[in-house]
């Protein structure tokens, strides 16, 4: 369902998260803008694929 580098977002809201590892149902992940920064591990089913909405300004 998802691979290492995709863009993902906790399906209750956040940061915008890319993946650096994948364990089964569970997923490693750290965000986006501080790939450095604190992974998290989330179950794969709590995450959706990362999309922007709306036309953020386009005329």
Do not use: H, R, W
Request: proline share 5%; charged share 25%.
């Amino acid at each position: 369902m998802f691979s290492v580098g995709d863009l993902v977002q906790p399906k209750k809201g956040g940061p915008k998260m890319k993946i650096i590892e994948i364990q089964g149902e569970q997923i490693v992940a750290v965000p986006a803008s501080d790939e450095q920064g604190q992974k998290y591990t989330l179950n794969a089913a709590e995450v959706i694929l990362y999309t922007e909405e709306g036309d953020f300004g386009v005329c």
